[in-house]
């Protein structure tokens, strides 16, 4: 897959399949959007690609929206090409693209330098200068522009339509379990260890913490999680919180990895989220802290 940060693509790229979304999360809706552009392609002797945004243009439009991300860009990659499209067009979302009404998107992006032959969105696809375009935009200009339209009939888990909102209110909801329904996998945060106080070591629960960053916020509280790095894939448990037994002012997510004692300070942890366990409380004192945990280790366990 080759990625692509501008509209200049390869000649070869040119006069082929083209999906259009945010495609955050890259939720069983999406696969199956992706995947009849793919057979299409395929069948049709086409290369496919796909066109995506960043920032999300919600996130752009709205500055005070921190948490709002399933994936991280990085994420999306990763997922997209587990699919193996031939290119990925990452449009910068800034001002001056969010100015360019629904038309000429179509005539100067996706015909003149595109010259796209297929184009797949989802039946509430919205694109141009204030979301002025939709799926009757694109059909409007189809005999003018020698392209067709493909609408993809939405997805459904348990006779709800799989989204990106829904799958937003699972997490804020803590429903990790329907959340990997709706993913087809654990969802999962990736960051940085950074260094902390290092409490958890002192009560003999050493953990790792990670900035929350602009992930969709998690309800606060204890999930049983697993942790990937380069050199292992190991079960433990995490904390995402504020700490109120010692005051903590800072969103943080704090991990206890089973069977490592090594220092993880800058390293890079994928944490994928298996289980809710329990909200976030304030205890007593740190006695009754370090009882609940244990009984929490014996749940995530499980």
């Known amino acids: 897959m080759i990625i692509y940060k501008n509209l200049n693509i390869k000649r070869k790229h040119k006069n082929a399949i083209i999906a259009i979304g945010n495609f955050d999360g890259l939720h069983l809706g999406h696969k199956k959007v992706l995947n ?48 193996k499209l031939d290119f990925l067009i990452i449009i910068k979302f800034n001002k001056s693209f969010s100015n ?51 609408v993809t009939t939405p997805y459904k888990k348990n006779k709800k339509i799989t989204s990106s909102s829904l799958i937003r209110k ?77 005051n903590g002012k800072t969103l943080l997510l704090e991990v206890n990895i089973f069977g490592i004692k090594t220092n993880l300070y800058k390293k890079i942890l994928k944490v994928s989220f298996i289980k809710f366990i329990r909200s976030e409380k304030k205890f007593k004192n740190i006695s009754a802290l370090k009882s609940q945990i244990k009984r929490d280790i014996i749940l995530a366990r499980k």
């Open 36 to 83: 009849q552009a793919k057979l299409k392609a395929e069948k049709e002797n086409l290369k496919f690609g796909v066109i995506t945004f960043e920032p999300i243009p919600s996130m752009f439009f709205n500055s005070s929206i921190r948490h709002h991300r399933i994936n991280l860009i990085e994420q999306k990659i990763y997922y997209l090409k587990k699919i």
């Open 100 to 150: 360019i009404s629904a038309d000429n998107f179509i005539k100067k992006i996706l015909v003149n330098k595109l010259k796209s032959k297929y184009i797949f969105v989802s039946q509430n696809f919205r694109f141009g200068k204030k979301r002025g375009g939709d799926i009757n935009t694109l059909k409007k200009f189809e005999k003018k522009y020698s392209y067709k339209t493909i």
């Open 170 to 246: 699972s997490i804020a909801d803590g429903n990790v379990v329907s959340v990997q329904r709706f993913l087809g996998r654990p969802w999962s945060v990736i960051g940085k260890v950074i260094k902390g106080q290092q409490r958890g070591r002192k009560i003999g629960f050493p953990t790792c913490n990670i900035k929350w960053n602009s992930y969709a916020l998690l309800k606060l509280g204890v999930y049983a999680v697993k942790v990937d790095s380069k050199n292992f894939n190991k079960r433990g448990i995490a904390n995402i919180g504020y700490r109120p037994t010692f």
